[in-house]
């Protein structure tokens, strides 16, 4: 098997390492990749973005599949131009991934095919947008419809919040075209829950949940990130909760694309809001999350690659067993480089200390430095390049153990200007202790 994978991130490098784990003798070719991508394959200097070159790269290296891990060569429609050159390719066409890309087209399917969500309405004018915030009243919820790096969206708790929100996105272009056109969501309380489903069209093989923290410090503080860290299985991901988010999110929301001609074919994310009233969506994503892909992917005993491989031939996943999971917990710390997330610097060195068994470190945003200062013998010649830089994962018989490991890696990695949560899990650390629950054995689906 010969695998193209676009992308060069931390979830990626989760991807490159399932893949590896399922087929030793895949030949894993990348692009661009990073420095910890480069370990398991060969890495080619073509940007996710560029469209013309990726396709180039495909008809030179001819892989049997190549998957995509981003959300902005989707956007532009690479899965289009590959599957027209007669390529198999793993994701949703351009119309079909503006599941994601465009959150005024999810929340309008979703009303359509009746899935539960919180109620919203769309906004161009600072006007309009105040007067429904201030109709919802605080807290509220500020959108950018568009694509955002998962940081387009504002939890106001105040109506002065909610008026600056609106004005950034509005008036000041904060997140440019993404925030030309922004939803006032109600807020909805509860737990979320992230689901990921991997979808043909018309079935789909879904995983268990995971939780994420967006805020990028410890308490749920401080603003709003592409995700600080995660953690699974997670407690309430019952089998009969599955059972409903399946057949009141992820199946109507499958039949709703193809009913408009738009088939969904790829990795279909689900955030879920766990409400009194019952699940609703917060907002859906067309690709791997990150980094809860980092936190899945070693607790998965079961094939990755078949189901991938199947989607990306047009091949039903009816053949494709449910997925399998290990009787352990994993966490995973993300550590970001100084001024993330206004204004990340880049450039630092970083120093990675010796793994302990069952850690995984995941390269996000890291590049290999021409010349770099060393600040021990653990310098690595890595240096930070962009936002998010490591995902620490570790897996533990229990979600204590997975937390302490991960946590205490990401301590003694070394790089100036470091941040990190120190308390990923925290909410269900303390229902496992007031229960006096281990938390072993996961939620297979």
């Known amino acids: 098997m010969k695998l193209l994978l676009v992308g060069g991130g931390a979830r990626e490098h989760a991807l490159a390492w399932k893949f590896v784990q399922d087929d030793p003798q895949i030949d894993l070719i990348a692009a661009p990749g990073n420095p910890g991508i480069a370990t398991l394959a060969r890495c080619f200097p073509v940007r996710a973005d560029d469209l013309a070159g990726l396709l180039t790269l495909a008809r030179t290296e001819r892989p049997d599949i190549t998957v995509i891990g981003p959300e902005a060569p989707l956007a532009a429609g690479i899965v289009d131009h590959f599957r027209d050159a007669g390529l198999a390719v793993f994701g949703p066409t351009q119309l079909a991934a503006r599941i994601e890309t465009s959150k005024r087209f999810a929340k309008e399917l979703m009303l359509r095919a ?7 309405s769309h906004h161009t004018t600072v006007a309009s947008a105040r007067r429904a915030a201030a109709d919802l009243g605080a807290p509220v919820v500020i959108k950018a419809s ?6 387009g969206v504002v939890v106001a708790t105040t109506m002065t919040e909610a008026d600056r929100a609106i004005s950034a996105m509005l008036e000041e272009g904060a997140f440019g075209d993404a925030g030309h ?4 969501e109600e807020f909805m309380e509860g737990e979320e829950l992230s689901v990921f489903a991997i979808c043909d069209g018309f079935r789909a093989c879904v995983m268990q949940g995971a939780q994420d923290h967006k805020r990028l410090l410890d308490g749920d503080s401080g603003p709003n990130t592409g995700g600080m860290g995660a953690y699974s299985p997670v407690s309430f991901d019952t089998s009969e909760l599955q059972r409903t988010i399946i057949v009141s999110v992820i199946d109507p929301t499958l039949a709703a694309l193809r009913e408009g001609g738009t088939p969904f074919t790829g990795l279909l994310y689900a955030g879920v809001m766990l409400t009194r009233s019952g699940p609703k969506v917060v907002e859906f994503n067309c690709r791997f999350g990150d980094p809860e892909t980092e936190t899945l ?5 079961s094939s990755l690659l078949d189901p991938i491989v199947a989607v990306a031939r047009g091949e039903s996943l009816a053949r494709i067993a449910p997925f399998q999971w290990k009787g352990a917990a994993s966490v995973t ?10 204004s990340p610097r880049s450039g630092d060195t970083i120093a990675f200390p010796e793994p302990d068994d069952d850690v995984y470190v995941f390269h996000a945003g890291t590049r290999v430095a021409e010349r ?6 653990a310098a690595s010649g890595v240096v930070t390049a962009g936002g998010r830089v490591l995902a620490i994962t570790a897996v533990g018989a229990t979600l204590a153990v997975a937390a302490a490991k991960s946590r205490g890696y990401a301590e003694q990695v070394d790089f100036d200007g470091k941040q990190m949560r120190r308390d990923i899990g925290r909410r269900e650390l303390a229902l496992l202790a007031g229960l006096g629950q281990s938390q072993r054995g996961s939620h297979g689906a």
């Open 181 to 184: 056109d922004i939803l006032i």
């Open 372 to 377: 770099s200062r060393p600040k021990s013998d």
């Open 114 to 120: 009746g899935v539960p969500t919180a109620r919203a």
């Open 333 to 342: 710390t993300v550590l970001a480089e100084a001024g993330y997330p206004e």
């Open 297 to 301: 992917l070693p607790l998965l005993s």
């Open 146 to 151: 568009g694509l955002a790096g998962g940081k």
